[in-house]
């Protein structure tokens, strides 16, 4: 049970992030949202607020890498449709609510612990994609060079989208994200 409700925070901690920010995200709307007792604060997160969006980005980063890894054995070209439909589900089924966590913690936090755990999933993710677009069809070099472009790309193209509650710049950047994986490929 007790494990249960620390799962139930974290994973709620996890879309408070991605639906308000790091300021937003307090041990108080953490409890409401989840319906957690007060008194689980401390004693599943002795260490803090902090300790619970560590908890919260490294879930929110598991879950991503389990979704990219359904693209295991798919083409360079169908793992970037992938990776893009990812983001394009977030955006339409949170109306435009959610983004990523993991990028609302980076631009809004001045701890070095939380940076570093942001930069490990974001490395995580960078190193799946670049693994699965080379096995993919794109040389190693292109195939690492891509996985960071289209989690750049993807990423500020959630964020221009959601600030004008519309799906055109996130369809702009896929459609040149989607193209330029296809010219990797044939070359």
Not at 49 to 59: F, G, N, R, V, W
Not at 128 to 157: C, M, N
């Amino acid at each position: 049970m007790a494990s249960e409700t620390r799962a139930r925070m974290v994973a709620g901690a996890a879309r408070l992030l991605a639906e308000r920010g790091l300021q937003e995200t307090s041990f108080s709307e953490v409890l409401e949202l989840t319906g957690a007792p007060r008194g689980s604060i401390y004693h599943h997160f002795p260490d803090g607020k902090d300790q619970l969006i560590a908890s919260a980005i490294d879930l929110a980063g598991a879950h991503a890498v389990a979704l990219i890894d359904r693209s295991t054995g798919k083409s360079a070209e169908e793992v970037t449709t992938h990776f893009l439909g990812m983001w394009r589900e977030v955006l339409l089924r949170s109306n435009f609510k959610s983004g990523c966590s993991v990028l609302a913690v980076t631009i809004a936090t001045d701890s070095s612990d939380l940076l570093g755990h942001a930069a490990t999933v974001f490395r995580t993710w960078r190193l799946r994609l670049a693994e699965l677009l080379r096995d993919g069809g794109l040389t190693e070099q292109d195939a690492a060079r891509f996985a960071a472009i289209l989690i750049a790309g993807t990423e500020g193209a959630v964020v221009l989208s959601r600030a004008e509650q519309s799906m055109e710049p996130f369809e702009l950047v896929a459609e040149q994200l989607s193209s330029q994986v296809q010219q990797l490929s044939a070359g």
